[in-house]
């Protein structure tokens, strides 16, 4: 299996390869020397969530003299309150024109994909 980091100038600097996500343009490493190889099969288009509430919490107020330093408060995070999946999305008129973007890209991979030239 070839890796996607190489040492390429002898000086300990490496080179990685990110793979760029058809879908979405987010970008990730090929490959990790923990993980392994990136995976495309963990998330199940069926059941697996397509939109997410979240709960905006901010940060936590520093009460504690000696504390954390100004600005750098722990934060609360964005705790999921609620999942749709993409049956559910479907449903909701407020989503429908995520859900024809999607279609949409959907369809241009796919032509990509099956491409015969």
Not at 6 to 22: A, H, M, Y
Not at 55 to 67: L, R, S
Not at 69 to 80: D, M, Q, S
Request: hydrophobic share 35%; net charge positive; aromatic share 6%.
């Amino acid at each position: 299996m070839a890796k996607s980091y190489k040492d390429t100038t002898n000086t300990g600097k490496r080179e990685v390869i990110f793979v760029v996500c058809p879908l979405c343009g987010r970008s990730r490493v090929l490959e990790t020397r923990v993980k392994g190889r990136l995976r495309w099969d963990f998330f199940e288009p069926e059941t697996s969530p397509i939109i997410q509430v979240r709960e905006a919490g901010g940060k936590i107020a520093n009460k504690v003299k000696g504390g954390h330093l100004p600005g750098k408060a722990p934060a609360i995070g964005f705790p999921v309150k609620m999942t749709l999946t993409w049956h559910e999305t479907k449903q909701l008129s407020e989503y429908q024109d995520q859900i024809e973007k999607i279609k949409n890209q959907i369809n241009k991979i796919l032509s990509l994909a099956i491409d015969k030239t």
